[in-house]
């Protein structure tokens, strides 16, 4: 996945020379992971900066960038040191369309990694998407494949508002998938159903939908047929395609990394409350971590949700009468 | 470089023409009867909650003179808008939309380089940085000017955005208005620095006190940022040292806080009484002169509040310009409103 992340960032700093890559170690060192290996030697220091350690200005700046006619594409290095963010990217970035009416717009693609399983320090591995999705202004994608973070990262930049691009950083080098050559361009808005299934969908997003297609494949040996559904992106939401798959399959498991409460997983069964509620055929089993910070590495494979929780909330659902 | 800050510099010297001094005298009346007749407009209940100018006229047309509009951009924070005539009448027909709490009051035309009025304190600098940077970078002559007060100054956003603009040479004027008050807090709660612009030696930029009661010692001091600024110098940090002359906000009852005695002599040093004695000592202004421009202010400002009045508002707007293109849930949300509500083809 890193690679076709490199490769969107590449192609698209190529074709247009407003975009600009900033943040943290992007420069000269590729960034941490690598992820913008190589940017600063083909597009030099100009356009691909290294910047102060500051989240709060990294994304305070993009909004100026973007309102001069810059296509700011900011790296915050891990997703959870953006609450060091948070009062530029949802208070200001997320609304100078909205209160300039639509004089400034927000070309911005930010990029983070997020959450856990490589034992990592404390609040690298927070999964803050459904905050991010509560910020009326903001929207949020998830890529799951490697081929899909080239194509949505490509819509991303090319897309006039804020774009919160949250990448697994667990996905980096184990998502593997081939990836289209050339352009690539994956809309929003459009879920994609990873592997078909009719007894139960599992509704996910990131690195729940790989979990997910190892929890199908094993129930496909105890014979229940699984169908994942990886919504790519949260904001805007395929609701339709939500609607439809849980008329298809009746029963549904929705999984996510982050805690319980309030988390994005709820605006999900919401949804199919709103829409497919006669649909169903059992409550919706739901999958996350705990309403706990995410702990520290000795623990995190008990609270970060896996492939037995996973199938055992399939069970839950495909026994419930 | 030199980062010593300046002493206050209160000499009127500067070269600017007669009619250029009056035009800014002007500029700094119509701030006062605009923002007056604001406060009385809240009062009155027909306008929302704003921060009057008194006391920064000085400073704010004095910075503003120093710009070229087809240029240079500013960002206000929220006390600034009435006193950057300047930049066009759009601003002040835009701020009393704003004060009356139409949306489209935050909507400048495109050749006002004005951004709309910032209430959450120094997230505009970061902004202003980054706009900066942006113009640079596409080799746009001109700068960015931000405007943000000494209590602001203790915000995470103006250290941040201050060493982001000095590392990056960023063209931008970092404009801190030291009236004296956040709200009640005294400037001596706010740092234990012997004066704002010293702050300016953690950013390795120069810093400047500048008298704010003095329109012509601001204009040289941003004409100076500027020049840096234009010359690929990077960003300049001036204090503005003023006294606000009234309350915080609509708000706001100075008299809980304010010690009468400091009040009374802040207003012995009233900006535009100043002003005006040294344009008429150079017999260059009248008391006609005060007298028709206070006229003309209030015409202009009655003729923006009718404008206001009589601008459409949608009930369904602020479904408008969330994004570029609303998402099918916001699109559908917009059409069970206008359902509700009886709105447009919405039934």
Known sequence: ?321 | MDVRPREVRSEMTSELSDEQLREMMRHMIAARVFSTRAFNLQRQGRAGTNAPIDGSEALVVGAAQALDPTLDWVLPQYREPVGLGRFGPEVLEQYVLYLFGHPEGGHLPDHVRVWPPQISLATQIPHAVGLAWGMKLQNQTGCALVFFGDGSSSEGDFYEAANFAGVLDAPVILVLVNNGWAISTPTSQQTRAKNFAEKSHAFGIPGVTVDGGDPIAMFEAVSDARTRALAGAGPTLIEAVTYRLGPHTTADDPTRYVPPDEFADALERDPLVRFGAELMRRGIWSDEDQIEAEATADDTMQRAIERAEKTPLSRSEFFEHVFAEPTPRLARQKREFEQLHGIGGGA
Not at chain 1, 303 to 316: E, L, Q, S
Request: proline share 5%; glycine share 10%; aromatic share 8%.
């Open chain 1, 1 to 321: 996945m890193l690679e076709a992340i490199n490769a969107a960032l590449h192609a698209e700093m190529e074709r247009d020379e407003r975009v600009i890559v900033f943040g943290e170690d992007v420069g000269i060192n590729g960034g941490v992971f690598r992820a913008t290996e190589g940017l600063f030697d083909t597009f030099g220091g100009e356009r691909v900066v290294d910047t102060p350690l500051a989240e709060g200005v990294i994304a305070g700046a993009a909004v100026g960038l973007a309102a001069s006619g810059m296509i700011a594409v900011p790296e915050i290095q891990f997703l959870g040191f953006s609450y060091q963010a948070f009062h530029q990217i949802a208070g200001q970035m997320a609304r100078l369309r909205y209160r300039s009416r639509g004089r400034f717009g927000g070309a911005i693609t930010l990029r983070a990694p997020f959450g856990g399983g490589v034992r990592t320090p404390e609040l690298h591995s927070d999964s803050l998407e459904g905050q991010f999705a509560n910020v009326a202004g903001l929207k949020v994608v998830m890529p799951a494949s490697a081929a899909d973070a080239k194509g949505l990262l490509t819509t991303a930049i090319r897309d006039p508002d804020p774009v919160m691009f949250l990448e697994p950083l667990r996905g980096y080098r184990m998502i593997r998938d081939e990836v289209p050559d050339g352009e690539h361009l994956v809309p929003f808005g459009v879920a994609n159903t990873v592997v078909e299934g009719s007894d139960v969908v599992i509704i996910a997003w990131s690195y729940m939908v790989e979990l997910s297609k190892r929890a199908a494949h094993l129930l496909a040996d105890e014979g229940t047929s699984a169908r994942v559904l990886d919504l790519r992106t949260l904001v805007p939401l395929d609701t339709e395609a939500i609607a439809s798959a849980v008329e298809d399959c009746g029963r549904v498991v929705v999984v996510q990394e982050a805690p319980e409460t309030n988390g994005f997983a709820s605006e999900v069964i919401a949804t199919i409350n709103d829409d497919a509620f006669y649909s169903l055929e059992a409550p919706v089993q739901r999958v996350s971590g705990y309403d706990a910070p995410y702990p520290v590495g000795m623990l995190e494979d008990d609270y970060v949700p896996d492939v037995d929780r996973i199938v055992a909330a399939v069970r839950r659902a495909v026994n419930a009468q």
